[in-house]
């Protein structure tokens, strides 16, 4: 998972007089008695690299395509720097999209397909060459220019798709699941190569993917989507350590979900979740009525697994290893309590395996702080 | 390699044999020395001399040419806009009573092409001549271009078109710089389709040519009437060989552009990213 930035503190979400680039506001899109898009109102603003994560039909690459042009928009407005865009055609827009197929056109070279916008523009032939030089030289094919698209690897396709549609320099970039063709090693270089393009050449990026740890990745913010509505927009770190709802909890990585009645103390909760299991404490700000339903999620990352009861530990619990998943730098261990309740807990495997402890039906105690899990409304 | 057998030889023979017996004895009998079409009275290459100081015939192989130029450059432009309009439109009500329609002149009987289109030509006092013909065979070849065409527009990827609209073209832009390049060979075929339909169509022709035009077909047609010359087969061996030499070199063109896109692909995948 990708560390937010430490040195630069861009965050222009948080500042009220910051100007969005782009403004969703009451936007719905229907077709038919569908609803793709429900209501939905969003603040994109410059530089931003912002992802659009959701499970498939979702409507993440409907909003893109309203964004392009391609889809009309059913009620509500879309301003890009302050400008309604639903009356401007695609091939008005400052905005470009590079395709998830990359539609390169097969009967043009490198050459031609990143030089093919700026031709429509009319530019003069000298910046014309100039600016496809440095294209070719950004996205490193400066050896492949004269070649035709079926004529080099998938990879350098995929570079191909970016230079054309960074060429015109646009006020946005729409990148539509612009990875899902490439395999997982690849996949990683390519996502460090699009968040330095992006930070040279200052575009706002918006990506549709249903990779969350592609999204945590390059994004500098995510918006988790489900069924037309944004559950939450946030940083990748937010949206992992403070999940607004259990949707975007078990939407992004691996969490442990607990529901039961709260018992709200001064600055903790006590949470009822399970007969014969002690109350589990959660530090929290927020109110709760006594009794409230409610789900503790903890991501099995925060969760330690020792041998004997630790001493000093706010939530303890008794069970017994019932299945290990081995990943090579981590390990995954479900255990079950007494109860019948399964519990996963993670470990680093800091250690080579001969000197590890724990074993199929080995009885273990899980511990973690009262800090370490969130509480949400069900 | 396969073992000989007397069963697949025969059958070959056979086969080619029902294929190919009746154009044979054509061409051999193009090159009798005799008058009678029946009898073989030598070697002889005398019927093709006559056969091109023969102005009638030379005048109906002209007006076959004209019409089957004209009429499949303006059906391949027509059917080809239908296309594109029947794939892209997306659904509207009456899209299938317009898909349809566009498609009946293939399964209907030439016969009633033809008459109807007389009916009308002579309803609007239309003149019969070269003009109607190709106004006809425009009409029966289109809708073949149309159904080429859009079989290739159907595998075309939607994405090419957008992104070229995305890069700033209009949508006829988009269509000229992208999408006919790309679908340029179901073009070219649905074009070389419409003109040997043109080439071929008799009962058409018939219908609605008037007396100023005559077309190759038609004239064998009459000629033979009166009788088989052996001008005729002269004239049908020609005919042969044209439609031969342009079907060899139909497929060896397209060999080898398959030969050669195979070798760039080979080149492509020898250089190491």
């Not at chain 1, 612009?178 to 699009?194: S, Y």
């Not at chain 2, 009275?41 to 007006?63: P, Q």
């Not at chain 2, 047609?221 to 342009?246: C, F, H, K, Q, Y």
């Amino acid at each position: 998972m990708a560390q937010p930035k430490p040195q630069t503190v861009f965050a222009p979400w948080t500042d009220p007089d910051a100007k969005p680039l782009i403004r969703f506001r009451n936007v719905t899109k229907r077709f038919g008695d569908f609803t793709a898009i429900d209501d939905l109102t969003l603040d994109i603003y410059e530089k931003e690299f912002f992802a659009l994560l959701g499970p498939s039909g979702c409507g993440k690459t409907t909003m893109m395509r309203m964004l392009a042009g391609f889809e009309s928009i059913t009620e509500g407005t879309i301003e890009l720097a302050g400008q309604d865009i639903a009356p401007v055609p695609p091939n008005k827009r400052a905005v470009n999209m590079m395709f998830q197929s990359y539609a390169l056109f097969p009967h043009l070279s490198v050459w031609d397909n990143i030089a093919f916008g700026l031709r429509r523009e009319g530019m003069e032939k000298d910046r014309m060459n100039t600016r496809v030089e440095e294209m070719l030289r950004l996205t490193r094919l400066e050896r492949f220019a004269k070649r035709k698209p079926h004529q080099i690897s998938g990879g350098q396709r995929q570079r191909v798709a970016l230079a054309r549609s960074l060429a015109k320099a646009p006020k946005l970039l729409l990148l539509d699941e612009p990875l899902g063709a490439l395999d997982a090693k690849l996949r990683q270089d390519t996502q460090f190569e699009l968040m330095d393009i992006q930070e040279k050449t200052g575009t706002t990026f918006v990506i549709v993917t249903h990779d969350q740890e592609e999204a945590m990745t390059v994004a500098s913010r995510v918006a988790v989507m489900d069924e037309g509505r944004l559950m939450q927009v946030d940083t990748p770190a937010e949206i992992y350590e403070q999940p607004a709802t259990t949707y975007v909890a078990d939407f992004i990585g691996d969490v442990n979900l607990m529901k039961g009645n709260a018992d709200p103390k001064e600055g903790f909760v006590l949470l009822d979740w399970a007969p014969n299991q002690p109350q589990i404490k959660a530090e929290t700000s927020k109110n709760f009525a006594a009794g409230q339903e409610l789900h503790y999620a903890i991501r099995p990352e925060k969760i330690a697994i020792t041998a004997e009861k630790p001493a000093e530990a706010p939530n303890a619990l008794q069970g017994k290893v019932l299945d290990i998943a081995y990943l090579g730098n981590i390990s995954t261990y479900h255990v079950e309590l007494p109860g019948g309740q399964i519990v996963k807990a993670q470990t680093a495997n800091t250690r080579r395996l001969a000197n590890r402890g724990f074993t199929w039906e080995d009885e273990v105690w899980l511990s973690w702080t009262a800090t370490a899990g969130v509480l949400l409304e069900s | 390699m396969r073992r000989f057998s007397w069963f697949n030889a025969t059958s070959l023979t056979l086969g080619f044999a029902f294929l190919y017996m009746p154009m044979i004895i054509l061409v051999i009998y193009s090159f009798n020395a005799s008058k009678l079409v029946t009898v073989w009275g030598g070697f002889s290459t005398r019927w093709y001399g006559t056969l091109i100081r023969n102005e009638a015939f030379l005048d109906a192989a002209w007006v076959t040419l004209q019409v089957g130029v004209v009429s499949s450059t303006v059906a391949t432009i027509l059917g080809t806009m239908a296309a594109q309009v029947m794939v892209r439109a997306g659904r509207f009500p009456g899209r299938t009573l317009f898909s349809g329609m566009i498609y009946a002149p293939l399964v209907m009987p030439e016969v009633i092409t033809g008459l109807s289109l007389l009916l009308l030509f002579i309803g609007i006092g239309l003149d019969r001549g070269i003009f109607t013909i190709i106004l006809a065979h425009t009409t029966f070849s289109m809708c073949y271009v149309s159904v080429v065409v859009s079989s290739r527009l159907v595998a075309f990827d939607r994405a090419l078109e957008e992104a070229a609209l995305d890069l700033g073209c209009t949508h006829f832009e988009a269509f000229r710089l992208v999408t006919l390049p790309i679908i340029a060979p179901a073009v070219i075929s649905g074009w070389l389709l419409a003109f040997t339909l043109s080439l071929d169509d008799l009962v058409i022709a018939s219908f609605t040519a008037g007396p100023s035009a005559t077309t190759l077909p038609m004239k064998i047609w009459s000629s033979v009437r009166l009788g088989v010359s052996p001008e005729i087969n002269a004239l049908s061996t020609l005919m042969i060989a044209v439609v031969t030499i342009g079907v060899v070199t139909a497929s060896l063109l397209s060999k080898r552009a398959s030969i050669r896109r195979q070798q760039e692909e080979r080149e492509a995948f020898q250089v190491t990213p």
